[in-house]
């Protein structure tokens, strides 16, 4: 089925409210963990303290910026929701940080997390409201620079970070494609095909870890692991 259009979603019926009730919250949810995750990496990255409370005032934007697009629809986001979709991730996050993995907090906020929310804006703003798009249009641009800072630091610290990647890849693609699942009846609601979801995040994941140093045949490798169980 070919993504909808704009011109003929009603962005004003109770079944479009109620999906964007959960994605909604999902994205203000996500800014919000986004916010948190760089303002504790400050304390794992010193020297990068300034760049990185930079990112966290952009999620905190981004984080407005969603909220205001619920009100504008009359929406009240399910936030109990969106803190259990992010449960494991968040957790996986917490526990990396506490053990002073840096690599593995970078790759779950700065690869996995980032690459997620630019496929999902990329692909919602052909079929947002106007107030939305504009909004979303603005956020997805700041979060290539927060995908950026993850490449630059990986890439530079590769060898040294390279198995650490993996295993952390390992542990923490295949929760996307659950997370994926979960919304994916929302999502098709809001005008949002899976497919292109997940083709969109490949793209950006794969060009993600090219520029971090990995070889085409560790990308495809990487990129789909636990793929295929969702
Ligand atoms: C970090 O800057 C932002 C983190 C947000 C993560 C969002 C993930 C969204 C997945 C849900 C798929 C539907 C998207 C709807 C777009 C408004
Ligand atoms: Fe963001
Ligand atoms: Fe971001």
């Not at 700065?110 to 929310?117: G, H, K, N, P, V």
């Not at 249009?137 to 990986?154: A, C, R, S």
């Not at 659950?178 to 919304?183: E, H």
């Amino acid at each position: 089925m070919p993504q909808l259009e704009a011109s003929v979603i009603d962005f004003q019926s109770e079944t479009y409210k109620d999906a964007y009730s959960r994605i909604n919250a999902i994205v203000i949810e996500g800014e919000q963990e986004a916010n948190e995750n760089y303002i504790r990496l400050t304390e794992l990255l010193p020297d990068s303290k300034e760049q990185l409370l930079g990112l966290a005032r952009m999620e905190n934007r981004h984080k407005k910026g969603f909220e205001a697009c619920g009100r504008n629809l009359s929406v009240a986001p399910d936030m109990e929701f969106a803190r259990q979709f992010f449960a494991q991730l968040h957790q996986n996050f917490q526990q990396a940080a506490a053990e002073n993995k840096v690599v593995t907090c970078l790759l779950i906020q700065s690869l996995i997390i980032e690459c997620f929310a630019i496929a999902a804006y990329n692909i919602y703003i052909p079929v947002a409201d106007d107030f939305a798009r504009k909004i979303t249009e603005g956020v997805v641009k700041d979060e290539y620079t927060h995908l950026n800072f993850g490449e630059e630091w990986l890439k530079a610290n590769f060898e040294a970070s390279k198995a650490e990647l993996e295993t952390a890849n390992r542990q923490n693609l295949p929760l996307v494609w659950q997370m994926l699942n979960q919304v994916e009846t929302d999502a098709e609601i809001l005008g949002m095909e899976k497919e292109a979801l997940v083709e969109d995040f490949m793209i950006q994941y794969g060009e993600a870890l090219g520029n971090i140093g990995f070889s085409t045949r560790e990308i495809m490798r990487m990129s789909a692991m636990g793929l295929s169980a969702a």
